[in-house]
């Protein structure tokens, strides 16, 4: 019988090839929108699933005055595992502030290159974490002091192929040279982590070891990553619930002291990279909302190619009738009518499966440029099962209606030829059509709000200037200690205008804060201020306006405990713009009171990126609050880059030539904070096209049919008298009505949803009312052009060959 079904389903597809490559083509641009996703999606959840006790571990993280941040401060880790005997094991990961880059040098001092993503660990990491170890020995592998474990690509980049176990790596940082001893290497095998580590540092070091083991203070330097392992994942909640007693019992006096409160909650380890998104993280997080988005799009697709095979089947229904109504009188069951049209179905989705193959092959490179990953098929397996369910899945819910919607035909009606189309099914099937739009114009009107967005930030004013800045990383002691002398050396370059030295620029995470408080005032209502250590040079260099006071100078030698505050921060210590500079401003610290003056106020610029509100900053050149991290901007005219690079990069190597040069430009580094963003307007721009193409392809299909159903009518009319254009008009009018029902239906949900996604910026462009009738207008010309085409072949036939046969 089934045999006889697909027989009878590959003749019926033969016999209307137009239906039939419609159908398939829509089908098979749904599959690989749908799988696509889908291989995305994959990769989003698969992070932090290797470990083999991930059930069991968590991270713990602060909400410090109604902010969150993951990480928490150095004695943590040891207190949850004194007072909590459900604690198996405990580890802190240590992200050391402004250390962006590893200078990695063997020995002999012949082979030396940057790395990123390196760690600080405790010795009992690899007791809670499950990493494929190469060589080495997990167990043991960071018992020594001064152990690094690294990754398969740096192994081979060091040494070569031979195994790396016991030999030297010198790790260069701004403020040491240290030599490490490699005690394991890390397979490359595709496992994904919140903790994307290239290299993991032991803890216990004769770098930052002493510093660490000096952080004591419950209350301060939270900087230490916590993990924790419990003997049993249901003992979570009530551990939870026992933290703010702990926090309490063990750092009261220290709360005390800086008058502030917090509390601390968990965090699985499989529910950060997803659900994450605080201050402080490892590293970039994913966002659960885009996969709910990009999800819903893809289901929505798929659902609008099902819609054009249901339309175009239940549109044909008088041409199938008399064959429903013969095999009906001869004895066929309604099942098994059912039966022959989900199988016409199936084969259709078969059909469709097998030519999204090679689209799949052909756009997977362009999806992975899209999203920034390396997706392959091969990568997720379950994916081929996940294909088959699909197409099935698919076959059956597009044919489902047509199905029983064909087989409930009278037999007496359509052998008599009294059988009319149902107005229900005439109903629907616009219903069907204005559901396709619908979800069509909120997919283009989401991505122009999306694109206006990157462009509001793209080009806001951020209160610097941002454009021909160049960007060099001090990353090592020799650069450190030297850029005084490269300064002056870049100053005699005609195309430096000035440069300046920061501990932090514009754009990128700026951890190093103080509570401060203003005179006649205490500690309890002190304000979070965030400080930059520069040069006096670094007002200037980035263009930021000074509005009352001056800049920092070496003609004053009290500027050591002088600080220029931006706008926000004087508002709110309670001070205003005419009477801040000369003012002071206090903190209480680690049993000192630490006085500053302010000596400027600056304009309120974007140290941070637009999706936040503008914090209180302080500038200062004190040594108290001097950072590891040191950046050299260098302010240059625009010309020949090549050559001015060439120019700056002679002089780096002249003066540091132990130090490997690199550079970045400011405003790209700013844009960095954007990319998510970035990406998801480029996705939804494509997928809104995918969108339009698909209906569109419905909308021909079924233009094309009821060309053939009025070409009597329209016979008709033209020998009265009727113009090409107003036949056109009449015959486009029909399906234009319902596009813009589907304009009106898309434009609150647009409104709601563009709403929704632009809450995750402080600083965000306006939805106006000029971005809906844009999307409408493409719309209805979008339809009108895919309708015409039809209309006018219908309007331009000859009526006498329509009509000879009456």
């Not at 019988?1 to 641009?29: E, H, Q």
């Not at 259709?348 to 799949?360: D, N």
Request: with cysteine; hydrophobic share 45%; glycine share 6%.
């Amino acid at each position: 019988m089934i045999r006889n079904y697909l027989k009878i389903a590959w003749r019926s597809l033969l016999k209307n090839k137009v239906y039939s490559t419609i159908n398939v083509f829509g089908l098979a641009i749904g599959i690989t929108t749908c799988t696509l996703i889908t291989l995305y999606v994959l990769d989003e959840i698969s992070y932090d699933k290797h470990h083999v006790d991930r059930e069991r571990i968590f991270r713990v993280a602060s909400d410090v005055q109604g902010e969150k941040w993951v990480a928490a401060p150095g004695p943590l880790a040891a207190g949850l595992k004194r007072d909590f005997p459900e604690v198996e094991q405990v580890t802190r990961l240590l992200r050391m502030p402004g250390i962006d880059k590893f200078l990695l040098k063997n020995q002999t001092g012949e082979k030396q290159f940057y790395e990123t993503n390196g760690y600080y660990v405790d010795s009992t990491f690899f007791q809670i974490f499950t990493y494929d170890f190469k060589y080495g020995d997990q167990k043991t592998a960071l018992n020594q002091p001064n152990s690094i474990i690294i990754t398969e690509d740096i192994a081979s980049k060091m040494f070569g192929n031979v195994n790396p176990v016991d030999k030297v790596i010198n790790v260069n940082l701004p403020f040491a040279v240290t030599a490490y001893t490699v005690k394991g290497v890390l397979r490359n095998n595709g496992h994904k982590s919140h903790i994307p580590a290239n290299m993991l540092l032991s803890m216990n070091n004769s770098d930052v070891g002493q510093w660490a083991r000096g952080q004591t203070n419950w209350a301060s330097n939270n900087i230490f990553h916590t993990y924790f392992k419990l003997k049993d994942a249901d003992q979570a909640a009530a551990l939870e619930g026992k933290l703010g007693a702990f926090l309490k019992r063990n750092g009261a006096a220290d709360f005390k002291v800086m008058q502030i409160s917090k509390k601390l909650f968990i965090q699985p380890l499989t529910d950060i990279y997803l659900y994450s998104n605080f201050d402080f993280e490892v590293a970039p997080n994913g966002n659960v909302k885009y996969l709910y988005i990009f999800g819903s799009v893809a289901a929505f697709l798929l659902l609008i190619a099902c819609i054009n095979f249901m339309n175009l089947s239940t549109a044909r229904s008088e041409k199938r009738a008399k064959e429903v109504g013969v095999k009906k009188v001869v004895g066929a069951a309604r099942s098994s009518l059912v039966g022959q049209f989900l199988w016409e179905s199936l084969l259709l989705s078969m059909l469709a499966l097998l030519i999204s193959l090679p689209f799949l092959k052909l756009l997977l490179p362009l999806f992975n440029q899209l999203t920034n990953k390396t997706l392959t098929l091969l990568q997720h397996p379950e994916i081929y099962g996940y294909l088959f369910a699909l197409t099935i899945i698919t076959g059956l819910l597009a044919g489902f209606y047509p199905a029983f919607y064909l087989s409930s035909f009278s037999p007496i009606a359509t052998l008599k030829g009294r059988f009319k189309n149902n107005i229900s099914a005439v109903f629907v099937r616009k219903g069907l059509v204005v559901f396709q739009f619908t979800v069509s114009i909120v997919l283009i009107l989401g991505a122009i709000l999306i694109s206006q967005q990157m462009e509001y930030m793209r080009n806001q004013n951020l209160g610097f200037s941002k454009s021909q800045k160049l960007i060099l990383p001090l990353q090592t002691t020799e650069a450190g200690q030297n850029y005084r002398t490269f300064k002056n050396e870049i100053a005699n370059i005609p195309q430096v205008r000035s440069s300046a030295v920061g501990s932090t620029y514009p754009g990128i995470e700026n951890v190093l804060d103080m509570l401060f408080y203003a005179e006649g005032k205490t500690m309890k209502e002190n304000v979070d201020v965030s400080f930059a250590n520069i040069d006096n040079d670094y007002i200037k260099t980035l263009g930021i306006q000074l509005l009352q006071g001056r800049g920092f100078s070496n003609q004053f030698t009290a500027d050591s405990n002088a600080l220029i505050l931006n706008e926000v921060a004087i508002k709110k210590l309670g001070y205003n713009m005419d009477n801040a500079v000369g003012k002071k401003i206090y903190s209480d610290f680690n049993d000192r009171k630490i006085t500053m003056t302010i000596i400027g106020v600056v304009k309120d610029y974007h140290f941070e990126s637009l999706q936040q509100e503008i914090k209180p900053l302080a500038l200062t050149v004190s040594p108290f609050f001097s950072s590891t991290n040191t950046y050299l901007i260098v302010d240059v005219q625009g010309g020949n880059y090549g050559a001015l690079i060439g120019k700056i990069g002679q002089a780096w190597k002249k003066i540091n030539p132990g130090s490997p040069f690199e550079y970045s430009f400011l405003d790209s580094d700013f844009q960095k904070n954007y990319e998510k963003e970035e990406r998801t307007s480029n996705l939804v721009r494509y997928f809104s096209f995918i969108g339009v193409v698909i209906a569109c392809l419905g909308l021909f299909g079924l233009a094309t049919f009821t060309a053939e159903q009025r070409t009597k009518e329209i016979g008709i009319r033209k020998v009265l008298g009727a113009s090409v254009a107003s036949i056109t008009g009449l015959f486009s009018g029909d399906f234009l009505k319902l596009v813009f029902i589907a304009i009106v239906i898309a434009t609150p949900i647009s409104w709601w949803a563009m709403n929704k996604w632009l809450e995750n910026f402080a600083f965000k462009t306006i939805v106006s009312w000029q971005i809906f009738v844009i999307a409408g207008i493409a719309a209805i010309l979008v339809a009108f052009v895919t309708i015409s085409f039809q209309s006018i072949k219908a309007a331009l036939t000859n009526p006498v060959k329509t009509l000879k046969s009456e």
